[in-house]
T-cell receptor, first 115, second 113 residues
Framework: DTGVSQDPRHKITKRGQNVTFRCDPI?????LYWYRQTLGQGPEFLTY????????KSRLLSDRFSAERPKGSFSTLEIQRTEQGDSAMYLC?????????????FGPGTRLTVL | AQTVTQSQPEMSVQEAETVTLSCTYD???????LFWYKQPPSRQMILVIR??????QNATENRFSVNFQKAAKSFSLKISDSQLGDTAMYFC??????????FGTGTRLQVTL
């Protein structure tokens, strides 16, 4: 069990560019979550997958944001036409299907800086 | 809507001492779970302890224990024998039937020599 991994760990981009982040959950976990954390705040929910199905999306997830989990394993989060307000830490978490389904385990996050 | 409130933005404790971090919450659900997560500086979020709302017994994990007061909707974290490695941001979080965690704003804990 290698834990939740995220790539890249840091991303610096210019306003207007597109960025994509990847999350690999714990291998036996079928649920995957994306959160956004701004400085000095707690994480805020963005979206949730059970297997490959995206079951819930937050109002925070504007049309410029899209998330996928095509084979029910890793997930990608894409932000199109980035804005300075998108600068944040993007956290991925996963949880299991059978036992301890409510406990989410977090990855190290991707820190996005939009210049 | 669910809310989680942490009223202590910062706390400090001396090594080997005991400290208690406060958390209150609000939810209309009967079946929910409460968590404390730890986020060290520039490091990832780590689960510290969890509590099922239907359990009356307070959860404990080594030096960490909770005081869960369901009627008062209070969920405090006690850290005994504080260590320098406990220095971190601590987040209280709640999950109900929906799958998303609702977090508080965090308490920054500094453990000093």
């Amino acid at each position: 069990d290698t834990g939740v991994s995220q790539d890249p760990r840091h991303k610096i981009t210019k306003r207007g560019q597109n960025v994509t982040f990847r999350c690999d959950p714990i291998s036996e976990h079928n649920r995957l979550y994306w959160y956004r954390q701004t400085l000095g705040q707690g994480p805020e929910f963005l979206t949730y997958f059970q297997n490959e199905a995206q079951l819930e999306k937050s109002r925070l997830l504007s049309d410029r944001f899209s998330a996928e989990r095509p084979k029910g394993s890793f997930s990608t989060l894409e932000i199109q036409r980035t804005e300075q307000g998108d600068s944040a830490m993007y956290l991925c978490a996963s949880s299991g299907q059978y036992m301890d389904t409510h406990t989410q385990y977090f990855g190290p996050g991707t820190r996005l800086t939009v210049l | 809507a669910q809310t989680v409130t942490q009223s202590q933005p910062e706390m400090s404790v001396q090594e080997a001492e005991t400290v208690t971090l406060s958390c209150t919450y609000d939810t209309s659900e009967n079946n929910y779970y409460l968590f404390w997560y730890k986020q060290p500086p520039s490091r990832q979020m780590i689960l510290v302890i969890r509590q099922e709302a239907y359990k009356q017994q307070n959860a404990t994990e080594n030096r960490f224990s909770v005081n869960f007061q369901k009627a008062a909707k209070s969920f405090s974290l006690k850290i005994s024998d504080s260590q320098l490695g406990d220095t971190a941001m601590y987040f209280c979080a709640l999950i109900g039937t929906a799958s998303k965690l609702t977090f508080g704003t965090g308490t920054r804990l500094q453990v000093t020599l």
